[in-house]
């Protein structure tokens, strides 16, 4: 049977992750997945297919096999240059045993892991069906969902499954800190007005409570939310750590405001969606995280200041951004 390949990216030229030219390699594969993933015993590989890859760093391969049923089953294998990620792993497990298996009664769950081949320095998962919230952002009638993806951070915050490492409001500031200078050394021009947001940053960082701490997701935003019709799924629980359960919602609605700014032209076009999620938030928690919530609101949109400019489709943003974080630490004389 003849198995379709793709790598775009031509993923097999990096040295350091030499065996993904085995990981693309039908035959190697069908004898790993044999040997390793009980899920997939006697199904036919069909489709293998590189669908992200950052050089040196990861890559993110899926596999399409077909079953004695006729049933497609889609895997997605995360390989790690610097180690197979043993830990991402066993929190996917621990939260699929926990509750958030595919026929959890809330509706929320995570990808079934399904195994790891260590040669391959790669941990897998189930693909699931279905759309990222973004795509329904801009969609009418649907703040309902900005409802539900504050049940999903609730219940990720209710687990108690102990985190590894931890991020403190200090952390956040120890990355803008490293960020808005290389801003400024390509664009000298707005120098002193970064400089002026770094300091309201942090200032502002300083000023904010950190409330009790609990397992965040630290990722969280609509790319991360996979919505198949009444179930959601959260994704990507690589930097999964202790912190304030406000850096979820923070970091959610800056990059709503960010992609309403971008999108739109508007950062507030979306503002529905963020009342939403706030509210069902702070209903399910309390009232004193309300603060904390704007503070890291803007402090992603300061983030994002940098990564405007790493990519050339969203540079044309850069500027709405510094004046849009300007407002909202209110800096005077914003241009």
Same mark, same amino acid.
């Given at each position: ?28 594969? +069908? ?9 997939? @015993?006697?199904?036919?590989? @069909? ?5 992200? %890859? ?70 897998? +998962? ?12 801009? +969609? ?70 950190? @409330? ?91 983030? %994002?200041? %940098? ?6 489709? /969203? ?16 800096? /005077?004389?914003?241009?």
């Amino acid at each position: 049977m003849t198995v379709f390949i793709s790598d775009r990216f031509n993923s097999v030229t990096d040295s350091k992750m030499p065996f993904l030219s085995a990981a693309l390699d039908p035959v190697e594969v +069908q004898q790993r997945f044999t040997q390793y993933l009980p899920i997939v @015993q006697n199904a036919q590989l @069909q489709k293998i297919q590189v669908i992200r %890859h950052k050089p040196g760093r990861r890559c993110l391969i899926e596999y399409e096999l077909l079953n004695n049923y006729g049933q497609t089953i889609t895997l997605i294998g995360k390989i790690r240059a610097k180690g197979t990620d043993f830990n991402s792993y066993e929190l996917q497990k621990s939260l699929w045993q926990k509750g958030f298996a595919d026929d959890s009664a809330d509706g929320i769950s995570v990808p079934q892991p399904v195994g790891i081949i260590p040669e391959w320095q790669m941990w897998l +998962q189930r693909k699931v069906q279905g759309a990222i919230a973004t795509q329904f952002l801009t +969609q009418t009638n649907t703040s309902f969902l900005a409802k539900r993806i504050a049940e999903v951070a609730h219940k990720l915050h209710q687990t108690n499954i102990p985190p590894r490492r931890s991020h403190t409001v200090s952390d956040e500031l120890r990355i803008l800190n490293e960020r808005i200078p290389l801003v400024m050394q390509e664009y000298p021009e707005w120098k002193e007005r970064l400089e002026q947001i770094l300091a309201a940053s942090n200032y502002l960082g300083k000023n904010t409570l950190e @409330q009790k701490h609990c397992g965040i997701h630290r990722d969280f935003y609509p790319d991360q939310m996979i919505i198949n019709g009444s179930r959601l799924y959260i994704i990507d629980l690589d930097l999964y750590c202790e912190g304030n359960p406000a850096i979820d919602i923070g970091n959610f609605i800056g990059h709503i405001k960010e992609y309403s700014l971008r999108i739109l032209g508007n950062s507030e076009a979306l503002s529905d969606w963020e009342t939403a999620l706030t509210e069902k938030f702070i209903q399910l928690t309390s009232e004193e995280l309300k603060t904390s919530i704007e503070s890291y609101i803007t402090l992603t949109l300061v983030r %994002h200041i %940098h990564i405007s400019t790493q990519f050339l489709e /969203r540079r044309f943003s850069t500027k709405a951004l510094l004046n849009l974080c300007e407002q909202r630490l209110h800096i /005077r004389n914003a241009s």
